[in-house]
């Protein structure tokens, strides 16, 4: 039995179940009702979504815990090349648990249907500038599935194009995936690994809606994670050091969030400010290639996907994404 050692005990967050199977992620948003590729663990280069974009208003009691068989590698560090079992943990479960004891035994095969405990989770590992690294596998058995083809029910599965770790989907009940991920080669400095789980309900215990957006419980969390004997880099952070290493960056961090918190409204001012000092006017003459198709507010057709895929989970409605020019030249 190896021995884990917990990085991560943080998370109480918004609402959530992603989807049914994690197949999903990687499948068309407006066509397939996926996730077109993001895995909604809270990374920026997705612009820090988790699975609450759609599943809103949660009570947030839930909880999350990273674990690794390795202790070193969230005191020491990341060794270069060296695979890590990885395991996260939903705690504090309450949503649908009453169906937990139905396992396996539910869903559309069950005559009369019978509620499934779905629950599920996301997971990837960052470089400073927001790229995935390192290498994921199932963990299948006792060992990570580094050959051949997993089985079909292993819990956890990879996206398509390697840079997240999702449940799979093919067992209920589950609060805690088994993963392996390879550490990168030496040089890439601090990783992060972005979380989140979601806490499903079963929808509302009926046959129509097995699993819907609401009623669930969603937390998402990040951990830090240097390079084994990579120098250190002190950042500065509003022209304060964070010495004392790791502990001293995760403080500076913290103060970090309570001055922002604390002073937001002079932070909105002072970024308005900002704002209006590049205002200049534009002449009708100009308004023309303001209007083109390359001056749109939201040139990233996949982001487009993903804000109306969120406005249809949410509130019912589609359209209104995609237009002939950017709407900066109208008279």
Request: aromatic share 6%.
């Amino acid at each position: 039995m190896k021995r884990f050692v917990i990085a991560l005990a943080v998370a109480h967050g918004s609402a959530a179940y992603a989807f049914p199977t994690g197949a999903q992620f990687d499948l068309d948003p407006l066509k397939a009702d996926g996730g077109g590729g993001i895995a909604f663990d809270g990374a920026p280069r997705w612009s820090s979504h988790t699975c609450a974009v759609c599943h809103t208003d949660p009570p947030g009691i839930v909880g999350l815990r990273l674990e690794s068989d390795h202790p070193e590698l969230f005191t020491d560090g990341w060794k270069p090349q060296q695979q890590y079992h990885l395991r996260v943990v939903l705690t504090n479960e309450w949503a649908g648990v009453q169906y937990q004891t139905f396992g396996d035994a539910c869903g559309f095969s069950q005559t009369p249907y019978r509620p499934c405990d779905e629950n599920g989770f996301a997971l990837e590992l960052d470089d400073e500038v927001g790229q995935p690294k390192g290498k994921f596998v199932p963990f299948v058995g006792s060992a990570c599935a580094n050959t051949g083809t997993p089985p079909t029910d292993v819990d956890v599965r990879v996206l398509a194009d390697g840079t997240a770790v999702t449940h799979n989907g093919a067992h209920m009940g589950m609060t805690s995936w088994d993963l392996c991920w390879t550490a990168p080669g030496a040089g890439v400095g601090p990783i992060t690994a972005f979380v989140a789980a979601v806490d499903g309900n079963g929808g509302n215990g009926t046959l129509a809606f097995p699993n819907d957006t609401v009623g669930d419980d969603v937390a998402a969390g990040a951990v830090p994670i240097p390079e084994l004997d990579a120098n250190p880099v002190s950042p500065q952070t509003g022209g304060c050091s964070a010495d004392g290493g790791d502990r001293g960056i995760l403080i500076a961090l913290l103060v970090l969030v309570l001055v922002v918190h604390r002073r937001r409204r002079s932070l909105i001012a002072l970024l308005a400010i900002a704002a209006l000092s590049g205002c200049v006017h534009v002449r009708a003459r100009q308004r023309e290639t303001l209007a083109k198709r390359n001056m749109k507010f939201a040139p990233d057709p996949a982001e487009d996907e993903l804000d109306l895929h969120m406005q249809e989970a949410r509130e019912g409605s589609s359209g209104g994404y995609g237009s002939s020019g950017g709407g900066c030249g109208c008279n």
